[in-house]
């Protein structure tokens, strides 16, 4: 569950400051879900919840919006939640969260439901993952199936790296990738040659994307800048969930036989509106 403060005035630190209250269903996976089925596009969602009132929720709510979903229910650990301190120009001033629940998410929980996750042509699992959940989903995909991931955080964005070999598309922001390559991303020409070190690690496609300069796509032979669709600053309500809506555009493109670049360009589409509003997933009639 996600719970946002909305900072009605500039922050001030080490006093209290007048706040807007959010609460909303949230995590990078189940956002993704969450669009994806709001764009149209058939999938299923694997998770874990705590078994209480926010996880049955949770679940209830994606299967009302026709996702398929396979839940774990873990008993001795709360659903995880994240809270967000937004300041009044719409960026994130501070994120804390409990994932104990995911982290719980094993090998063991993922072993008993992957023949039907076969069926699927696509994986996609984020970083929020056990590291030894994201080796065993790399490990042991069948060979017809394509691994993707999106990085939820610099802290955990070295959980992916054992996987590198075996992704088809990772999909992280210029300081995750920074973090992950242990390089210097703070120029375009530096950032290729992180993106080169992935690359050379063997996962087939990297995108990185780099706030209002829009993203870079990089392949064993290939590296290009897509921009992005220019916003004033003044208009930026709230970042929270943008990079999962542009992450869920990538997808979408995937899974109806479009390029990674078309991927790229609805990303930036579905972007641009979750940036102009203080919700983290954008209602099925504004995703179109």
Not at 83 to 100: E, P, R, T, V, Y
Request: charged fraction near 20%; proline fraction near 5%.
């Amino acid at each position: 569950m996600d719970t946002k403060y909305l900072a009605r005035e500039a922050l001030i630190l080490h006093t209290k400051n007048p706040a807007n209250l959010q609460k909303s269903h949230g995590g990078v996976s189940r956002n993704i879900a969450e669009n994806l089925a709001n764009l149209g596009v058939n999938c299923s969602f694997f998770t874990s919840v705590g078994d209480d009132e926010n996880g049955r929720e949770i679940i209830q709510h994606l299967i009302d919006i026709g996702v398929e979903v396979v839940p774990s229910y873990i008993n001795d650990l709360p659903t995880p939640n994240y809270a967000a301190i937004i300041n009044h120009d719409g960026s994130l001033m501070l994120a804390l969260s409990n994932m104990d629940c995911a982290d719980a998410y094993s090998p063991q929980f993922i072993a008993k439901n992957i023949d039907q996750a076969a069926k699927n042509s696509y994986w996609f699992c984020c970083s929020g993952l056990p590291e030894e959940s994201v080796t065993w989903l790399a490990q042991n995909k069948p060979d017809h199936v394509k691994l993707l991931s999106v990085s939820a955080s610099v802290p955990k964005v070295k959980r992916v790296k054992t996987a590198l070999p075996n992704l088809f598309l990772l999909v992280l922001n210029s300081d995750e990738l920074q973090a992950l390559a242990d390089f210097d991303c703070s120029s375009p020409e530096f950032l290729q040659r992180a993106a080169k070190k992935i690359i050379d690690q063997g996962t087939q496609n990297l995108i990185v994307t780099v706030g209002e300069q829009g993203a870079y796509w990089a392949t064993v032979h290939h590296f290009e800048h897509i921009p992005t669709i220019k916003l004033n600053e003044a208009d930026v309500v709230d970042v929270t969930g943008a990079g999962d809506a542009f992450a869920s555009g990538v997808i979408a493109a995937l899974l109806n036989d479009q390029t990674i670049r078309e991927g790229i360009e609805l990303g930036h589409q579905l972007a641009k509106p979750t940036l102009l509003t203080t919700s983290t997933v954008l209602p099925r009639e504004k995703t179109v």
